[in-house]
């Protein structure tokens, strides 16, 4: 079946320290998104890619990056200079503006 | 971006019908209205979109208003299952902007 996974499903981080986060889609939608939520808030949108080799900031992009060098896969790297990045991260892929989106199940990111 | 206003919480008993609606007054001729709902630690899942015209599916139907600035998913019957918070958007762009959205409460 198609679909969108994300690994890992949970992942414990140091303090200054990146880590990446994984997300892949074999739906062969082009648009893939990166979304933060905070406990009891609704989505934000952290990053977003229209097509392979291209990507645009959404409204909290600081602190996080991206690529997108195949069609499927399109990882978030959370740096250290982001700087309260406990949260859950949730990534998501739509074929055009009328079609709905496809979530995957999330990794939840805790700073320790 | 468009916006979407929600209440913050409902309740319904189970097995009666829910109305969960949604204001959209800055709503543009070319916008998609779409809703989901999230289960506790899990994505958003896809629930219903449409135009202008009202739309049906195995999950929930859409009613708009004729003008298009306000809308109203209707759980039919609801189950516990059903329990959730769901939210309205605009699709006007290659994004989507996330409220709030509603938190549904079913009672048993």
């Known amino acids: 079946d198609g679909g969108i996974t994300q690994s890992p499903k949970y992942l414990f981080r140091k303090e200054g320290q990146n880590v990446t986060l994984s997300c892949e889609q074999n739906l062969n939608h082009d648009a893939m998104y990166w979304y933060r939520q905070d406990p009891g808030q609704g989505l934000r949108l952290i990053y977003y890619?229209?097509?392979?080799?291209?990507?645009q900031k959404g409204d909290i992009a600081e602190g996080y990056s991206v690529s997108r060098e195949k069609k499927e896969s399109f990882p978030l790297t959370v740096t250290s200079a982001q700087k309260n990045p406990t949260a859950f991260y949730l990534c998501?892929?739509?074929?055009?503006?009328?079609?709905?989106?496809?979530f995957g199940s999330g990794t939840r990111l805790t700073v320790v | 971006d468009a916006k979407t206003t929600q209440p913050n919480s409902m309740e319904s008993n189970e097995e009666e019908p829910v109305h969960l609606p949604c204001n959209h007054s800055t709503i543009s001729g070319t916008d998609y209205i779409h809703w989901y709902r999230q289960l506790p630690s899990q994505g958003p899942e896809y629930v219903i979109h449409?135009?202008?015209s009202n739309v049906n599916n195995r999950m929930a139907s859409l009613a708009i208003a004729e003008d298009r600035k306000s809308s109203t998913l209707i759980l039919h019957r609801a189950t516990l299952r059903d329990a959730a918070v769901y939210y309205c958007i605009l699709s006007r762009t290659y994004k989507y902007i996330f409220g709030t959205g509603t938190r549904l409460k079913v009672l048993a």
């Open positions: 998501a892929s739509r074929q055009g503006a009328v079609y709905g989106y496809t």
């Open positions: 890619s229209q097509i392979v080799n291209d990507f």
């Open positions: 449409g135009l202008t």
